[in-house]
Nanobody, 121 residues
């Protein structure tokens, strides 16, 4: 079992920014892949960003150019910088990790508890 813990959610206005953090136990030495996904009420969980073991990144079209995924190996922590937020970005955001590269697919083995992001107009 791998501990995954998200933080940094909150309520912002349209156009503002938030940075989410994801601590993944043992991330730096494990070579794991990490993804961020979100889920709106009544909808399926959708991947929005992912980073593989080589540092390659992928983004959903809906967030491309606005969201950036990054990592700090020394802190076993990954980040999702979210800029130019829109009301449709409102969702519960989850971080997930796995030794396999699932990209934007929500198939990861290890998930955090989620952090709520609310964007008001």
């Amino acid at each position: 079992q791998v501990a995954v813990v998200e933080s940094g959610g909150g309520s912002v206005q349209t156009g503002e920014s938030l940075r989410l953090s994801c601590y993944v136990d043992g991330y730096a030495e494990s070579g794991m892949c990490v993804g961020w996904a979100r889920q709106r009420p009544g909808q399926r969980r959708e991947g929005v960003a992912a980073i593989d073991s080589d540092g390659g990144t992928r983004y959903a079209d809906s967030v491309k150019g606005r969201f950036t995924i990054s990592k700090d190996n020394a802190k076993n922590t990954l980040y999702l910088q979210m800029n130019s937020l829109k009301p449709e970005d409102t969702a519960m955001y989850y971080c997930a990790a796995d030794v396999r590269d699932y990209g934007l697919s929500p198939m990861y083995d290890y998930w955090g508890q989620g952090t709520q992001v609310t964007v008001s107009s």
